[in-house]
C-alpha cells in the first residue's frame, strides 16, 4: 500500500494505492473486485496495456513512462474493452472520473511513496 504525489508540488494525487506483486495478482487486478472509491488506485508495474474484460463498472486509465511521467489518459473505459500505450511502463487504475478529479493531465510526473503502516 502507498500513495501516489505529484512530483512538482508533493501534493498527494492518490492516498490509497494497492501494488499488486507478482504476475498473477498484476493479471487479476481489479477482476472480482469491488469498485474502487474515491482516492483509491491500484498500480499494475510493470504494464503498459489493460484489459476490462468481466469488468462491471467502467475505469480510468493512467498509463505512466518509466519515470512516472503521465504519457496517457484513458477515461471511461468500460467493461470488454482494451487500452495501452507504447511508452507506458505502468498503469494506475482510478475508479471512473477520478483522474479529472486529481487533476491529472498528460505530462505530469508523480511518485510512489510506500506507506510506513
Request: with cysteine; glycine share 16%.
Amino acid at each position: 500500500m502507498g500513495a501516489l504525489h505529484d512530483r512538482r508540488d508533493g501534493r498527494c494525487v492518490v492516498a490509497r494505492v494497492w501494488k499488486p506483486a507478482g504476475a498473477w495478482a498484476r493479471m487479476r487486478g481489479l477482476l472480482g473486485r469491488p469498485p474502487l472509491g474515491a482516492g483509491e488506485g491500484m498500480l499494475l508495474e510493470p504494464c503498459g496495456a489493460v484489459h476490462t474484460f468481466g469488468m462491471r463498472y467502467a475505469l480510468d486509465l493512467v498509463f505512466l513512462d518509466r519515470g512516472g511521467r503521465v504519457a496517457k489518459l484513458a477515461r471511461g473505459v468500460g467493461p470488454w474493452r482494451v487500452a495501452g500505450s507504447g511508452s507506458a511502463h505502468a498503469t494506475l487504475e482510478l475508479a471512473d472520473g477520478a483522474a479529472a478529479a486529481c487533476g491529472l493531465k498528460v505530462g505530469d510526473v508523480i511518485d510512489w511513496r510506500e506507506s510506513d503502516r
